[in-house]
């Protein structure tokens, strides 16, 4: 069986992203779920997109991270996580306003407990998935 070539990894590049609604920049934002002050400096990522306490975010982005131009809005709740080839852990958000989903890199300061459990958790324990389990 042929091996795979390792793949060299790509460095994050800067994104320059408008937080504010008028497209101001900002210095932090407050998440819409525990109303905790979060800064836009994050260890590990370039961008911040999810409160690194209770792990929600907000359907901003559209298919490029950090461009701002989705207009649903709706708030993102962590469901699950995800590991690339190279072990980085992805958090898994579902839209509760459009129910679309999207993974998101951890932060380096993200609470590890709250990452452990939905590490934990299985998918079908949501009450969005386990609905369509049960047709």
Not at 44 to 60: E, F, I
Request: glycine letters at 8%; one cysteine or more; proline letters at 8%.
């Amino acid at each position: 069986m042929p091996r795979r070539k390792p793949q060299r990894r790509r460095p994050q590049r800067r994104k320059d992203v408008l937080h504010g609604p008028g497209g101001e920049r900002g210095d932090a934002f407050r998440c819409t779920s525990c109303r905790l002050d979060v800064p836009l400096t994050a260890p590990g990522t370039a961008h911040r997109n999810h409160c690194p306490h209770c792990l929600t975010s907000l359907h901003v982005d559209g298919r490029i991270p950090g461009d701002r131009r989705e207009t649903c809005r709706g708030r993102m709740a962590a469901v699950g996580v995800t590991a690339r080839h190279d072990g980085e852990w992805l958090l898994i958000h579902h839209c509760l306003a459009c129910g679309k989903l999207s993974a998101n890199r951890i932060a380096g300061d993200d609470n590890a407990l709250a990452l452990l459990r939905l590490a934990m958790r299985p998918l079908a324990a949501y009450p969005p998935f386990n609905a369509q389990l049960a047709l």
